[in-house]
């Protein structure tokens, strides 16, 4: 058996493949949010390895007894900073933290290897302008910081007691020399930071560390390796096999993602697409980011008092459809592609007395789609060529919005099986790649096709004028955004 873990955001899942590669089980515990104040959004690193205990806990004795190697994934760009003990200064900063608008603005000025060297844009989701942010905010917090970790390095190192982190996670927090796998002394000094504060790197196969002796005995395993692993958009991208030249996946998770691997290194800073490595040696990707996707659905059931997706989305189909006229932004946390907004906000337009729950969620679903949409036409005008995109996170389970996304997109949808796993499955396939070695083609292999949702022209031209008329929308209430 191989074990992987993803540090989510909403939650922790731990998933066991087998020798051959195949899910086994799945387990998993909730994670709190807190947003102190606008634009902000924090977690505590130490609710992160309770959940972790908890979501293994659940996995069948036996199976964990069998456990041969872990992987980690994890949310990226989180700003978790210990000092001299190794104990956290203050809450993590999230990904979908936007209080640094300022500091990446000046940052973006004053050091553009940010873009030369990093190949990336300086934006509020990345960790480097979370750090100028507490420079500048709470020096006091800043003096103190011995070493800067994303989240799942976090609970590597309760997990192992080694500081490691591997080139996909790393990638994201911008200071990395990403054409060449290795942090930039220059870009860290932007950040009043050196090479010290960092952790080692890796590739998402090898071993950082061994289980500690504590965490073996709690889990019920022996000391095995445990492997770098990788962010989470990586990881899941290994999972569905998502690994050559074009290969392309969407996740829809709390954030919504799409995501192109290739050979060669390659960036488009100006459309906000990320450039990132792979979690496999010699591979990079590309890809865009909307910061609330599935959340949006989540909203969704709190606003209309509905009490589950599924039936959200069931009502959506059945009650409203795609010929309803309410359109949805989906920025409910800002924006990072195409918009690098993080002062956008969500808006729900075109109600109607006729505007119900399932007209609602139709707009919610359509929403996103739209919001991948533009994220893919920046990917495309970036030179990569997607022919058609597997479908992983918790989103993947609902075909009815895949069929919205196929036409938004205009390209097939393929499912796949453990993709509603994700990032937690590719973590446990990189593991078993550390053991059991073998080439990337066979190792990494697309898993099994479930369902190919093709794009139906009927829908196209349906959806074509609501797309039109929510990008219109965007442009026309931006300023409005900030007060401007």
Known sequence: MFLGVDIGTSSVKATLVDEAGLPVEV?????????????????????????????????????????????????MHGATLLDSAMKPLRPAILWNDGRSFQEC??????????????????????????????????PDVFAKVEKVLLPKDYVR????????????????????????????????????????????????????????AEAAEAWGMSRVPVVAGGGDNAAGAV???????????????????????????????????HAFCHALPARWHLMSVMLSAASCVDWALRVTGTAD?????????????????????????GERTPHNNPHASGVLFGLTHDSGPAQIGQAVLEG?????????????????????????????????????????????????????????????????YHILGGTVDDMFAPPKVLDIIEPRESDIEVLAPKYEKFTSLYHTIKKAFKGD
């Open 239 to 273: 999972g569905v096999g998502v690994t050559d030249e074009g290969d392309a996946l969407l996740s829809l998770g709390t954030s919504g993602v799409i995501f192109v691997a290739g050979k060669t290194f390659r960036s488009n800073p100006e459309s906000a697409a």
């Open 368 to 432: 996103v789609a739209f919001g991948m949409a533009d994220g893919l036409e920046a990917l495309v005008a970036s030179g990569v060529n997607v022919h058609q995109i597997s479908v992983i996170g918790g989103g993947s389970q609902s075909l009815y919005w895949g069929r919205i996304l196929s036409a938004a997109l205009n390209r097939p949808m393929v499912y796949r099986d453990g993709a509603a796993t994700g990032p937690a499955y590719g973590a446990a396939r990189l593991a078993r």
């Open 27 to 75: 387990a998993q515990a909730e994670l709190p949010i807190s947003r102190p104040a606008p634009l902000w959004s924090e977690q505590n690193p130490s609710d992160w390895w309770t959940a972790t205990n908890m979501a293994v806990a659940k996995l069948d004795v036996d199976r964990r007894h069998a456990v041969r190697a872990i992987g980690l994934s994890g949310q």
């Open 157 to 212: 190192l309760r997990m192992t007691g080694e500081l490691a982190s591997d080139m996909s996670d790393s990638s994201g927090t911008l200071w990395m020399d990403v054409e060449n796998r290795r942090w930039s002394s220059r870009l860290l000094d932007a950040t009043g930071l050196e090479e010290k504060h960092m952790p080692l790197l890796y590739e998402g196969h090898e071993a950082t560390g061994v289980l500690r």
């Open 309 to 333: 997706a599924a039936e959200l989305i069931h009502r959506a189909e059945r009650d409203a459809g795609l010929k309803t006229q309410e359109i949805f932004l989906p920025y409910l946390s």
């Open 105 to 138: 603005a000046d940052l973006q000025e004053t050091t553009p290897e940010f873009v030369s060297i990093g190949g990336n844009l300086v934006m509020p989701g990345f960790t480097a302008p979370k750090l100028e942010w507490v420079r500048r905010h709470e």
